[in-house]
C-alpha cells in the first residue's frame, strides 16, 4: 500500500513539475513580441520620413497629425515593452533588476492586477491619441458627414476609461481588504491575550 502511495506521489511530482515548467511556453510568444517591437521602430522612421519629407507642403492639420501618427507608435511601443517584460516577470519567470540603476519605475511592485491597469490606462491613452486625429480630420469639410463614426470612436474611449476606473477601484479595494486582513490579525490576537491576563490577574 505505501510502495502504491509512493508511485502516486511521484507521478502527481512529475506532473506538477511538468504543468510548473508549461509556463516557459510563453517565451516564444514574448520573443514574437520583441521581434514585432523591432519591425514596428521600422514604422516609426517611416512616418518620421514622412514628416521631413512633406513639411514644407504640409498645413498645421497635416503636421499635427504626422506627429500624432509618431505618438501612436511611441504609445503602442510602450504597451509591448509593457506587457513583454511584465508579463515575463509575473507569469514566466522573475527578472532580477532590483538593484539595476536603469530599472523602470514602473517595475516597482509590480503584480498581475497592477499590470491589467498599466495596459487599461494604455489603451485608454492610444484611444484618445487616435480620438485627437479624428477630430483634427472632422475639421475637414470632407469629413464632417461621417458623424456616426465619431459618435462611436466617443463611445470606445470612454469604454476604456470606464474600464481603466473599474479595473484600478477593483485592485484598490482588494489590496485594501488585504492590507486590512494583516492588520487586524495581530490586534485581535492582541485583544484577545489582553483579557486572558486580564482574567488572570483576577483570579489571582
Given at each position: 500500500m505505501e510502495e502504491r502511495q509512493s508511485v502516486f506521489k511521484k507521478i502527481e511530482n512529475s506532473f506538477e513539475m511538468f504543468m510548473?515548467?508549461?509556463r516557459w511556453v510563453q517565451a516564444p510568444m514574448y520573443t514574437g513580441l520583441i521581434i514585432g517591437a523591432f519591425l514596428y521602430l521600422y514604422k516609426f522612421f517611416q512616418e518620421l520620413y514622412h514628416v521631413f519629407e512633406f513639411t514644407?507642403?504640409?498645413?498645421d492639420n497635416q503636421m499635427m497629425l504626422g506627429i500624432l501618427a509618431l505618438v501612436d507608435i511611441s504609445m503602442v511601443m510602450n504597451l509591448v515593452v509593457m506587457v513583454t517584460i511584465g508579463g515575463y516577470s509575473i507569469f514566466t519567470s522573475k527578472i532580477d533588476v532590483e538593484h539595476h540603476e536603469d530599472k523602470?519605475?514602473?517595475l516597482e511592485d509590480l503584480d498581475a492586477g497592477q499590470l491589467k491597469i498599466k495596459l487599461s490606462t494604455s489603451l485608454a491613452s492610444i484611444s484618445g491619441v487616435q480620438l485627437l486625429k479624428t477630430f483634427i480630420n472632422y475639421r475637414e469639410a470632407e469629413y464632417k458627414q461621417d458623424t456616426e463614426a465619431v459618435i462611436i470612436e466617443i463611445v470606445i474611449h470612454m469604454v476604456f476609461i470606464t474600464s481603466a476606473l473599474l479595473l484600478s477601484?477593483?485592485?484598490?479595494?482588494?489590496?485594501?481588504?488585504?492590507h486590512g486582513q494583516h492588520a487586524v490579525l495581530p490586534d485581535e490576537e492582541g485583544d484577545?491575550?489582553?483579557e486572558e491576563k486580564s482574567e488572570e490577574k483576577k483570579e489571582s
Open positions: 510548473f515548467w508549461s514644407t507642403i504640409w498645413d523602470p519605475l514602473w477601484q477593483t485592485e484598490k479595494i482588494t489590496h485594501s481588504y488585504k484577545g491575550n489582553e
